[in-house]
């Protein structure tokens, strides 16, 4: 039976799509950027590398050829010609940002419906979606409510989590609601369960995707997010009915 190995490099852009400034997204290139500035000089870092970006095998497979399909110009050190494989550029046919929809359009299966993503504001969340979390979850409060790496605000937060009993619930530029929690001080299963509570109530809203980022350590000196994290998604069910 014939295969197919796909390799995702996550967040390795090389250029906007046509749909670029609806996003704010005019000029992205991560690779190519990354590969102007190691020429520059400017990603040196002593006993860790420098000079100019060194991919062979990636140049060899097309990456360059592809960047410049994409952009128009190709970046330093980087080759307009392939020596093996296949290149080539996709355009995105899906809506919005979401990770599972450009993941689920790679698989054949895109995404037309739009995704509900909550402002980039502080508080963020709307006031009666955490006030009905909070009930039927059964807590005394959450922490957060904001855009913030998760790394960041689990050092943030993390001790007064312990202390209280409340999760550090917040999101990103992604439609996601994301909550964290300490492993064994609140507990694995009961964040599961009160994400599983979580995704239910923003299904009026569209959001994509509610995410469980247990941690563990005691302070902020030794937090770092566990391999459990749980991902709680139904493209199915956040779909546009019309």
């Known amino acids: 039976m014939p295969r197919a190995i796909l390799c995702i490099l996550d967040s390795v852009g090389i250029g906007g799509a ?11 290139n ?4 990354i590969a102007e500035q190691a020429a520059a ?6 006993g860790l590398r420098a000079g100019p970006l060194n991919v062979p095998n990636l140049d060899a497979l097309g990456i360059g050829a592809a960047i410049k399909l ?3 110009t190709l970046p330093p050190n980087l080759s ?4 093996g494989g296949r290149f080539g550029v996709g355009r995105e046919v899906s809506k919005g940002k979401d990770t599972p929809s450009g993941h689920w359009e790679i698989a054949g299966v895109p995404v ?17 979606l955490i006030e009905e979390f909070i009930t039927r979850a059964k807590l005394p409060g959450i922490l957060g409510d904001k855009h913030a790496s998760g790394t960041t605000i689990i050092a943030e937060l993390g001790q007064e989590s312990i ?3 409340k999760p550090i619930c917040y999101t990103s530029i992604d439609s996601v609601f994301q909550i964290a929690a300490h492993e064994s001080h609140f507990g694995l299963d009961r964040l599961y369960e009160i994400c599983q509570i979580a995704f239910e109530l923003t299904a009026p809203l569209n959001i994509g995707r509610v995410i469980a980022r247990p941690f563990i350590g005691e302070d902020a000196a030794s937090f770092k997010r566990t391999g459990n994290r749980r991902d709680f998604s139904d493209l199915a069910a956040r779909a546009d009915p019309a």
């Open 163 to 165: 202390r209280t009993g």
């Open 80 to 83: 307009a010609t392939p020596k």
């Open 70 to 72: 994409s952009t128009g």
């Open 112 to 128: 037309p419906f739009e995704w509900g993503y909550f402002p980039q504001t502080e508080p963020t969340f709307p006031p009666a």
């Open 30 to 33: 991560t690779f190519g950027h």
């Open 18 to 28: 046509p749909d670029a400034a609806v996003y704010g997204d005019v000029g992205s």
């Open 41 to 46: 000089g400017k990603a040196d870092r002593a």
